[in-house]
Nanobody, 122 residues
Framework: QVQLVESGGGLVQAGGSLRLSCAASGRTFSSYAMGWFRQAPGKEREFVAA????????YYTDSVKGRFTISRDNVKNTVYLQMNSLKPEDTAAYYC???????????????WGQGTQVTVSS
């Protein structure tokens, strides 16, 4: 069982920046990857960014490449999403995700945070 708590959302003007944080507790030693998804009203939840815990390999959806940066702090068991050059289309509830796997990379499960709202005004 993993508990994820997001913070850092808020209201920002287009072109501004925010940094989201996701603090993880519990069965974090089994985490293969952690990342961020977002969901705007009336739309499906979509992948934003992820980081592989063991080697810090990162992945991004095309729409945020060059603007968002995902990183991790091993000591604090925290994942961050630095969001720069924000656009109105980035407005969504952002959810932290933990992908837990076995040593053979078989999926154990996915855990989600409660979400933090990011609103970008034009």
């Amino acid at each position: 069982q993993v508990q994820l708590v997001e913070s850092g959302g808020g209201l920002v003007q287009a072109g501004g920046s925010l940094r989201l944080s996701c603090a993880a507790s519990g069965r974090t030693f089994s985490s293969y990857a952690m990342g961020w998804f977002r969901q705007a009203p009336g739309k499906e939840r979509e992948f934003v960014a992820a980081i592989i815990w063991s080697d810090s390999t990162t992945y991004y959806t095309d729409s945020v490449k060059g603007r968002f940066t995902i990183s991790r702090d091993n000591v604090k068991n925290t994942v961050y999403l630095q969001m720069n050059s924000l656009k109105p289309e980035d407005t969504a509830a952002y959810y932290c995700n933990a992908d837990l796997r076995t040593r053979s990379y078989a999926t154990i499960g996915n855990y989600w945070g409660q979400g933090t709202q990011v609103t970008v005004s034009s």
